[in-house]
């Protein structure tokens, strides 16, 4: 069971306010990234471009404070530009002292969702967004490896499964929170909702410690009270805990107690944080969290 990441932050499209026709494109890019996009970017070789010398090396402490330059840069490569670029103009981030937690929390996640608010605005159309959101994933796919490298040598033990609700096509941000996960020593597992049978065959077969659900539109909370219970009751684990995530939480951060979770996190660094403090792990010893 894998994650198939679309695009977590291009938000309004589909929600209470969105008319039907948003919603059918919407789901195509979904549709068309989850089918088309991702297979094909997972065959890329992993190829990072050599860092920048050290008579361009400068200290970037701070660089992300004020990010509004760089997240716009970033997006013109995305728009413009194949995906090597892109992981060039990070790398050189990088070598100047940029960490890629950083990088993923201040700089790719931002461009996510301001290409969403770009979609939502009508400056920028259905392929120049697919084309971004593609290329994003593509960078993760190149970073990954180095991101998940810090992870602990031995697990800590824990499982989470990460799931996006059935008609979710915002699920870019998902993608990263398991980055996170991973980094931190935690086994993961993700996918979507829709897949009941298997959600609950892996939920009663594997000890789940952490359930994450990421909901966006705001048209899907009234069904997942019950979405949690059935969680919970299909689970060999009593203590299993439910976070959430997503931007309909964002809007209201106590969401999450009316509908049965134990927590709401905004992103993946605190997701971990969340996790750890909820089935009682040192998260000071995680890499994740730093």
Not at 67 to 72: R, T, W
Not at 212 to 221: D, Q
């Amino acid at each position: 069971m894998t994650t198939h990441p679309t695009d977590d932050e291009q938000e309004a499209r589909c929600d209470d306010r969105a008319t039907p026709d948003s919603c059918d494109q919407s789901s195509l890019l979904a549709r068309t990234i989850e089918g088309e996009i991702i297979p094909r970017l997972m065959m890329t070789v992993n190829v990072l471009p050599n860092p920048l010398s050290l008579e361009q090396a400068r200290d970037v402490s701070g660089l992300f404070e004020d990010n509004e330059e760089l997240i716009a840069e970033l997006i013109r490569l995305l728009l413009n530009h194949d995906a090597r670029v892109s992981v060039e103009f990070l790398s050189g981030l990088r070598s100047r002292g940029a960490t890629l937690r950083d990088m993923y929390l201040d700089l790719l996640a931002p461009a996510a969702r301001q290409l969403g608010v770009m979609w939502e605005e009508d400056t920028a159309n259905f392929a120049q967004v697919t084309v971004g959101v593609s290329r994003l994933h593509q960078i993760l796919l190149q970073f990954s490896p180095l991101f998940c490298a810090e992870a602990p040598d031995n697990h800590n033990g824990r499982t989470a499964a990460i799931f996006a609700l059935p008609g979710e096509s915002h699920t870019f941000g998902i993608f990263m929170v398991v980055e996170f996960f991973r980094r931190a020593g935690w086994t993961v597992y993700s996918g979507t909702l829709s897949e009941d049978s298997a959600v609950k065959q892996l939920l009663s077969t594997h000890e789940v410690d952490v359930f994450g659900v990421s909901v966006s539109a705001e048209r899907h909370l009234t069904e997942l009270p019950e979405r949690i219970a059935r969680l919970r009751a299909a689970s060999r684990n009593p203590e299993m805990k439910v976070i959430c995530g997503g931007h309909a939480f964002l809007r209201d951060s106590t969401l999450h107690t009316s509908i049965g979770a134990d927590g709401f996190a905004e992103d993946g660094r605190r997701a971990v944080e969340l996790a750890n403090t909820l089935v009682k792990i040192n998260a000071a010893t995680q890499p994740g969290t730093a």
